[in-house]
């Protein structure tokens, strides 16, 4: 479709890998969903600044002062980019695992928190001191705001309640109705945090638009790979708790008491929850990449994502032995990431069969969503093989899946490649 825009310049795509037939080839990163290629737009904007590289907030050097900029810059582009309301806070943090693990730990005492049990370990696991109700997968979008309301309503009224879902899945790639259960979630006194690990590298996120409280996604996912992620959101939970982590950079003032102890007074801003010297080229390289998003014309990059989806589904429909997971339906919306087991093949197989013979770099397992590929392959827990995930017998169900995933850097090829290995 000629109207489409252009794969955005990624790095890695010159990279060559040898075959096991002879000879090298291109490599084709289809693993977005693990961690997409950095932009080359990031790449180069860090580049620009590492010169002027220094300590951020420690310092009264011009390098100190132009970094600590750069640092509470990137943090009003991040804000603009989610569509921040004007109270909102936007921390720093390494990734969405911690992001949430953030969050866990800010929680006010006695609060509820609900799941899907489709969730991402790092949605599903971090609320252990919270009571927690893990509701079952729904088979539709409606389904799954029937669910929360159920749940909902039958929690202790009054209390703190926190409900924390997936934009998008990263087993399937479905887009969950975030607004509806967003609107569900108020409806009952209850928050919402979105896991927008998926969603935000495909979708355009807006915190105030989708009225959700929170949103957490992580920097290598979006094309800036530095070890970096955010957490945005309402202010009151994180100002009111103990910090995260408490150290320096998180505390206003310390001083020693008379009867030995120390005494300190915590910031009330997002430092309060980033104490210790922070990643500035991790969070510089998140707000490039937002800005990068944004100058494209994400509504372009995500069209042009879809033409792909689309190519990727019809093609894998062509195949009889491949079944593509899905929860919501096979015409359930989604972003670019699409899992499938093939008849006849171990998934560990097929993947690796893709590296090996056509330089197609994807990933198969459980995806860090165990009950969620259970409960799509209809499987047991197992006991988990010597390289993790579990190996079905030759003629057995699959155990585990291959996922295919992509996004702005992708190109034609990689996906024709594809297809036509899997054919
Ligand atoms: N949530 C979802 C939906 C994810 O796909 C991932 C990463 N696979 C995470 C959370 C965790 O992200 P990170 O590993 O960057 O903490």
Redesign the pocket.
Known sequence: DQSLCAPLPVLGSDVTVPLVTGGDVTYAALDY??SAPALKRVWDDVAAYAPYYGSVHRGAGYLSQLSTDLFENSRATVAEFLGCRADDQVVFTR????SLNLLAAVLPAGCQVFVFETE?H??LLPWRDARVTCLDAPRTPEQAVATLERALAGREPHGPALVCV?G???VTGELWPVRELAAAAHAHGARIVL?A??LAPHHPVDIAELDVDWVAF?G??LYAPFGS?VLAGRADWLREAEPYLAGGGASRQVTRRADGGVDVQWHTTAARHEAGSPNVIGVYSIASACRALTEAGFADLVAREQALVARVRAGLAEVPEVKVLSLFGDDAPRVGVISFVVEGWNSSHFAAALSAEYGIGVRDGL??AHPLVRTLLGSEPQEPGECGAPEAAPGERSLNAVRVSFGAGTPDEHIERFLGAVR
């Open positions: 969903a693990a990734s969405t695992t911690d991402h790092a949605s997936t998008a899945s990263n896991d690990a998926q992580s290598h996912k992620g995806f860090c």
